[in-house]
């Protein structure tokens, strides 16, 4: 199936010159906001939904095949920071491995990127090459290596696991981590995710995420899998995290 930007460029539309696209998408717009003011919403944030994927996918291209996020949002500096030269890391759920790699060779340290997409995998062992850098395809918890690791990190993971004490839990005990670095988006970044809900509509930013987070529900999250917060900061409306597993009361 093409996506939504190549569909849009294969289309009659792209023939417009600019100045008619855009009258074009003016009226059509004007037109829904006529409407009824919910039912206008929900079309809008219908029309929205199809901006932001669009766009996305472009970001991808212009970024050269990294999101432009990465660059713009600086979020990989929070991961290299946090990480000293020689420790081992599992990054589950890597994507393309850019996250990984910037470890692995800004950080000095010893990194496995595990992906359950066989084209993620692919690209990532294309693009980044490093002595110290390996990515593994397969679906955590169950294919996590049974190796102990110092950190884990999961950026913009959890949001897109049903059951998230157990996924964390499973992963602990396998790789003996001593901290996890996390990277998630918050519910409340915008007014626009709990008018989405009042109007019936699915209100998070990805059809794949199970959940989205407030400082609350990520910290009671976490303390329900058995972890504590070490350093929480929000940024670009994203929760970023550290953590560490609780010690057990006999101090094992």
Request: one cysteine or more.
């Amino acid at each position: 199936m093409k996506s939504i930007a190549k569909r849009a460029l294969s289309a009659p539309f792209r023939l417009l010159p600019v100045f008619a696209r855009r009258r074009l998408v003016h009226a059509v717009v004007t037109a829904a906001s006529s409407r009824p003011p919910a039912d206008a919403l929900r079309e809008l944030l219908g029309f929205d939904d199809v901006v932001t994927g669009a766009t996305n996918e472009v970001a991808l291209v212009y970024g050269g095949g990294v999101h432009v996020k990465h660059r713009l949002m600086q979020y990989h500096d929070f991961f290299v920071s946090r990480i000293r030269p020689g420790e081992r890391v599992l990054d589950v759920g890597c994507g393309y491995g850019a996250v990984a790699h910037s470890i692995a060779t800004r950080a000095d340290a010893r990194v496995t990127g595990l992906d359950m997409d066989h084209d993620n995998v692919a690209r990532a062992r294309a693009r980044f090459g490093s002595a110290h850098l390996q990515f593994v395809e397969g679906v955590a918890p169950q294919d996590v290596p049974d190796e102990v690791f110092d950190v884990v990190v999961a950026s913009n993971v959890l949001e897109h696991v049903e059951h998230r004490q157990e996924f964390l839990q499973r992963i602990q005990r396998r790789t003996r981590a001593r901290r996890w670095l996390i990277r998630v988006p918050m519910a409340d970044r915008d007014w626009r995710v709990p008018l989405r809900a009042e109007l019936g509509l699915f209100a998070f930013s990805d059809p794949t995420h199970f959940t989205e987070y407030t400082r609350e529900s990520f910290d009671a999250e976490m303390a329900a899998a058995g972890f504590e917060v070490r350093h929480l900061q929000v940024n670009w409306g994203e929760i970023w995290a550290e953590v560490a597993p609780r010690a057990s009361p006999n101090g094992s």
